[in-house]
């Protein structure tokens, strides 16, 4: 179903047809969500298809392959670096046939996040600096990286970058990213209910 939302959702942000043919699509939409809103899960509510401590997360608006609107990004580490992989196409558009500048910053919190995690210091991003290089290109495959560089008590750094596959080189975009592991007052006041359901 990821799939085809993705399709649906390039088609319908880059759709030149006439307006008719968009107020029926529209209908034929709206159809299909009805019975699909018939049984939802609650905010606190995790996916049945996930696995919150195993790392699964259908709906990941980055990584998630179940995402409506994720690219989504595919990820591995190899050694230490975190390695991630996706092609934007137009919903993520900022400037004309560029990617948007938030975008990409949840791109790189995300690519900074799985290189913590998957090292062994899970946390919460507490503070992302990115800088803009070069824009961002649609329709072209692209290619993150992000490394630890610092681990200070229960405070962890990491820096990432995205770039063309073509060019892996070319920063177009660099993020540092500070990440702090919960105290475990602090995962039970934010998760305790999450973690309450899903046991
Ligand atoms: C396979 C699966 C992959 C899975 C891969 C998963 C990837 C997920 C990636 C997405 C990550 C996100 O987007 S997370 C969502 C966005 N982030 C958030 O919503 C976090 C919001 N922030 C908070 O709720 C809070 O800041 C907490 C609970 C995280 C921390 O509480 P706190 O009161 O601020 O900090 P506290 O515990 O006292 O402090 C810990 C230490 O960090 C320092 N510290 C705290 N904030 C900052 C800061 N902004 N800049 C500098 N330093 C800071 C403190 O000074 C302290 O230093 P010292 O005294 O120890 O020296």
Redesign the pocket.
Known sequence: MGEALRLLIENATATEMPTEHILRAAELIRQAAAPLGEHRRGRFDTASADDLLG?IRLYNPVTGEGSAFAPPVDMHREGDLAIGTCTLGRAFEGPPSFAHGGVSAMLL??ML??AV??AGHPG????LDTVYRSPVPLYTPLRMTASITEVN???VTATGAITTTTAPTTALVEATG?F?A??SD?AKR?FGPVLDRSA
Request: hydrophobic share 30%.
């Open positions: 790392g919190d995300q996040g799985y995690t998957t919460m991003t507490v503070r008590g229960r405070r500070l702090v919960l105290r602090q934010l």
